[in-house]
């Protein structure tokens, strides 16, 4: 274990979690395109991922699983509180995503944020090789890729953040607003989801921290950093061929059985997030049925809602609301035997999603604001030749899939009119769009993503 690796990710969380089995627990690779993008790029040389195993307390040592060196790092319950529900998610969060909850600035959340940071900071320095490479990940870490280059200026770090990047008007109100631009300038490549988001960071560096340079190269501190633009995606084969399996197909018909073979899917799927505007859909859904622009007969909407970050005030109140608006809306329009809306709040294995993705007419992507949305292309790669995508135009994913009806979602007129739309799109025009679809994300899948990213880095 005291090899050095030549490759260190770092994360919040490690790409691994300890699940319950009968008595006793094991680590299982959490879903998502991240860790099969970079499996085949660390299996080659010696690697680890760094990163917290999702409880308070002491960490485990390092162990490896499925090929990857887990290096897991500890957080005690303070720091879950302080550091992670207090400065990430209530600070940083929301004041990214546009402030559609209001950010809140606790001046006894920053020093945790700091130590934190600091802690990962160290466990990289300690184990990159010389002239080694670290790749930081996300809103969390914002300050590692400064301390590590204080501690290790051999090494080449890249930066990307996973979530929107704030414009000025935004970004200006974080009182820690310095030291979070001058933390990202350690990298020596800072990417984004967007063109927007770099650009944004390259303006504030100019701004606020006396970087002098364009949006595409920066210079801060005799060094040159390059922002840019990588917008995430998925191993879009995998979800291809899961959706061609017998197993995918049988479920998918026993799925549109349950819900009515006669009737049009609608579906959603979410983490239940604020930012998701999970909301909002059920909204234009009950203005549909209301205004007897589809009926109890016509169609059903699926809504899936993964719990998340449950310790946060305003992630229950989101519950809370949303299970309101559901209740509502079934007793409303609701038969015996028959409802609008079924909800499942729980997450569901991939197999199952690509079923439902399979089985679902419209897929409604609706968030207020999203860095990506990779729900958006799981859909998409899941599909065959129909389908309609109807995605927010405030998502990372819609300056890749313009095929898909694009839709204001604060516009609630608006989106009842495309999801309308959607309900009756003719076949042909289906058809059209999809492929456009497909040969959009086949462009840019996670391994061209990761690739892209590494060799701005020169890895
Ligand atoms: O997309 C942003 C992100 O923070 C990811 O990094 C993470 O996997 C996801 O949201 C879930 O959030 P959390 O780690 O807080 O449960």
């Given at each position: 274990?005291?090899?050095?690796?030549?490759?260190?990710?770092?994360?919040?969380?490690?790409?691994?979690?300890?699940?319950?089995?009968?008595?006793?627990?094991?680590?299982?690779?959490?879903?998502?395109?991240?860790?099969?993008?970079?499996?085949?790029?660390?299996?080659?040389?010696?690697?680890?991922?760094?990163?917290?195993?999702?409880?308070?307390?002491?960490?485990?040592?390092?162990?490896?699983?499925?090929?990857?060196?887990?290096?897991?790092?500890?957080?005690?319950?303070?720091?879950?509180?302080?550091?992670?529900?207090?400065?990430?998610?209530?600070?940083?969060?929301?004041?990214?995503?546009?402030?559609?909850?209001?950010?809140?600035?606790?001046?006894?959340?920053?020093?945790?944020?700091?130590?934190?940071?600091?802690?990962?900071?160290?466990?990289?320095?300690?184990?990159?090789?010389?002239?080694?490479?670290?790749?930081?990940?996300?809103?969390?870490?914002?300050?590692?890729?400064?301390?590590?280059?204080?501690?290790?200026?051999?090494?080449?770090?890249?930066?990307f953040l996973h979530i929107p990047?704030?414009?000025?008007?935004?970004?200006?109100?974080?009182?820690?607003?310095?030291?979070?631009?001058?933390?990202?300038?350690?990298?020596?490549?800072?990417?984004?989801?967007?063109?927007?988001?770099?650009?944004?960071?390259?303006?504030?560096?100019?701004?606020?921290?006396?970087?002098?340079?364009?949006?595409?190269?920066?210079?801060?501190?005799?060094?040159?950093?390059?922002?840019?633009?990588?917008?995430?995606?998925?191993?879009?084969?995998?979800?291809?061929?899961?959706?061609?399996?017998?197993?995918?197909?049988?479920?998918?018909?026993?799925?549109?059985?349950?819900?009515?073979?006669?009737?049009?899917?609608?579906?959603?799927?979410?983490?239940?997030?604020?930012?998701?505007?999970?909301?909002?859909?059920?909204?234009?859904?009950?203005?549909?049925?209301?205004?007897?622009?589809?009926?109890?007969?016509?169609?059903?909407?699926?809504?899936?809602?993964?719990?998340?970050?449950?310790?946060?005030?305003?992630?229950?109140?989101?519950?809370?609301?949303?299970?309101?608006?559901?209740?509502?809306?079934?007793?409303?329009?609701?038969?015996?035997?028959?409802?609008?809306?079924?909800?499942?709040?729980?997450?569901?294995?991939?197999?199952?999603?690509?079923?439902?993705?399979?089985?679902?007419?419209?897929?409604?992507?609706?968030?207020?604001?999203?860095?990506?949305?990779?729900?958006?292309?799981?859909?998409?790669?899941?599909?065959?030749?129909?389908?309609?995508?109807?995605?927010?135009?405030f998502t990372g994913s819609a300056?890749?899939?313009?095929?898909?009806?694009?839709?204001?979602?604060?516009?609630?007129?608006?989106?009842?009119?495309?999801?309308?739309?959607?309900?009756?799109?003719?076949?042909?025009?289906?058809?059209?769009?999809?492929?456009?679809?497909?040969?959009?994300?086949?462009?840019?899948?996670?391994?061209?993503?990761?690739?892209?990213?590494?060799?701005?880095?020169?890895?």
């Amino acid at each position: 274990m005291s090899k050095k690796s030549q490759i260190v990710i770092i994360s919040n969380r490690l790409p691994v979690a300890r699940v319950r089995r009968g008595g006793s627990s094991e680590w299982r690779t959490s879903p998502g395109g991240l860790v099969s993008a970079l499996t085949p790029i660390l299996s080659k040389r010696p690697s680890r991922w760094i990163g917290w195993a999702g409880t308070s307390g002491s960490a485990p040592e390092p162990f490896e699983h499925e090929g990857i060196l887990n290096h897991p790092v500890r957080l005690s319950r303070e720091e879950m509180e302080t550091y992670y529900e207090g400065f990430c998610n209530r600070t940083l969060w929301p004041l990214y995503h546009d402030a559609v909850r209001t950010p809140e600035y606790r001046r006894r959340w920053w020093r945790p944020y700091v130590e934190v940071n600091r802690r990962f900071a160290e466990a990289a320095a300690d184990t990159v090789a010389k002239r080694g490479t670290v790749w930081v990940h996300d809103y969390h870490l914002q300050l590692v890729p400064a301390m590590i280059r204080e501690l290790r200026p051999d090494v080449r770090i890249g930066f990307f953040l996973h979530i929107p990047f704030p414009p000025q008007e935004l970004f200006a109100q974080l009182p820690w607003r310095q030291p979070i631009l001058a933390g990202l300038l350690g990298a020596d490549v800072v990417g984004f989801q967007t063109r927007g988001g770099a650009q944004n960071f390259s303006r504030l560096c100019r701004r606020y921290v006396a970087a002098e340079g364009t949006r595409e190269e920066l210079h801060y501190e005799g060094r040159t950093i390059l922002p840019g633009a990588y917008p995430v995606s998925i191993d879009v084969e995998r979800f291809e061929q899961l959706a061609k399996t017998e197993s995918v197909r049988r479920r998918t018909e026993e799925f549109r059985k349950r819900l009515g073979a006669d009737r049009k899917i609608i579906l959603g799927v979410d983490r239940m997030d604020y930012t998701k505007g999970i909301d909002i859909r059920l909204h234009a859904y009950r203005g549909l049925l209301r205004t007897e622009r589809t009926t109890l007969e016509e169609s059903v909407l699926v809504q899936v809602a993964v719990p998340s970050r449950e310790r946060v005030e305003q992630y229950g109140e989101l519950r809370a609301h949303v299970e309101q608006l559901v209740g509502e809306i079934n007793g409303e329009f609701g038969e015996l035997g028959r409802t609008p809306i079924h909800y499942l709040h729980r997450s569901l294995p991939t197999e199952e999603l690509v079923a439902l993705y399979r089985a679902a007419d419209v897929m409604l992507v609706t968030p207020l604001r999203d860095g990506m949305n990779l729900v958006a292309k799981e859909y998409v790669a899941s599909r065959d030749d129909t389908g309609v995508l109807v995605l927010s135009e405030f998502t990372g994913s819609a300056k890749e899939l313009h095929s898909a009806l694009l839709v204001n979602p604060h516009d609630i007129d608006g989106l009842e009119a495309a999801l309308h739309t959607a309900l009756h799109m003719p076949p042909g025009e289906q058809e059209d769009r999809m492929k456009s679809l497909h040969r959009a994300l086949r462009r840019n899948d996670v391994f061209h993503w990761a690739n892209r990213f590494l060799d701005a880095l020169k890895v």
